[in-house]
């Protein structure tokens, strides 16, 4: 129910769940370094997201635009 993925009638283990977790944050956190790419990120795939994790994902958006986008946004450095 949580994503784990299912192979010839058998769950993957938690380890490798977990490996595949890790996976995906290391790729997003490498395409929200900038703000173009997370424009483009969040414009082809929030949707998406929003549905499958709903309240946990509105809790990244929060972190997103106070974390992120305020200090940029108050950056005098324009990269």
Do not use: C
């Not at 769950?11 to 483009?40: H, N, P, W």
């Not at 082809?44 to 997201?49: D, Q, R, T, V």
């Amino acid at each position: 129910m949580i994503g784990y993925q299912e192979k010839d009638g058998e769950i993957e283990s938690t380890e490798q769940f977990l490996k595949g977790i890790e996976s995906y944050m290391k790729f997003y956190g490498a395409l929200i370094q900038t703000e173009v790419a997370l424009d483009a990120f969040l414009q082809m795939a929030g949707f998406a997201l929003f549905r499958k994790y709903k309240s946990q994902f509105r809790k990244i958006l929060n972190i997103i635009h106070s974390d992120f986008l305020d200090p940029l946004k108050s950056s005098s450095d324009p990269s």
